[in-house]
């Protein structure tokens, strides 16, 4: 298991080396993650679907999870631009997604988000659970 989490951190870091975000925008972006753990958590569903593996993945995706219709007909695979027009404003990017939340309108604050959450993907907490299924 020690050998398994060694390849995954070997395979994971340099990706992460070469567009790491600067250390202060992660920093700002998890303090505004604070918002959306009122339903989110990263390695474990609650009200809105885990955000672990959350890069690259397909919107309406994580198994077991109970999406809105409109969230699994959604065409869309989540990265850096999909997130930004989606969290700036999600009903107007997904019509009909059950996520109620309005938005995070700030673009500054959005990309602090981004920023935080494609690190998150990379985090213990995250190599951990991608371990356990
Ligand atoms: C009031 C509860 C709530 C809050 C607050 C909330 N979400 Fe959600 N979120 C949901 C629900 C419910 C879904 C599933 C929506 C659907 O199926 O239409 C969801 C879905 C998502 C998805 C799509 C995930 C996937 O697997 O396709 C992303 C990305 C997301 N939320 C990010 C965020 C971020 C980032 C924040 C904080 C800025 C946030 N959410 C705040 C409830 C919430």
Redesign the pocket.
């Known amino acids: 298991m020690i050998a398994a989490l060694l390849w995954l951190a070997a395979g994971t870091l340099p990706a992460a080396a070469t567009d790491a975000a600067p250390p202060d925008q992660v920093k700002a972006g998890e303090a505004?993650?604070a918002?959306?753990l009122?339903?989110?958590a990263l390695a474990y569903d609650r009200?809105?679907?885990r955000?672990c593996g959350?890069f690259g993945?397909r919107?309406?995706?994580?198994k077991g999870?109970a999406?809105?219709p409109?969230?699994q007909r959604a065409d869309i695979i989540?990265n850096a631009r999909t997130?930004d027009r989606?969290?700036a404003n999600?009903t107007q990017a997904?019509p009909?997604?059950?996520?109620?939340?309005a938005g995070?309108t700030d673009s500054k604050e959005r990309s602090a988000?981004i920023a935080y959450?494609r690190q998150a993907n990379g985090s213990a907490e995250c190599l951990r659970q991608a371990e356990r299924k």
């Open positions: 505004i993650y918002r959306c009122a339903c989110h009200t809105g679907p955000h959350l993945r919107a309406g995706s994580v999870f999406y809105s409109a969230m989540w997130l989606f969290l999600p997904v009909g997604t059950t996520m109620g939340y995070v988000l959450l």
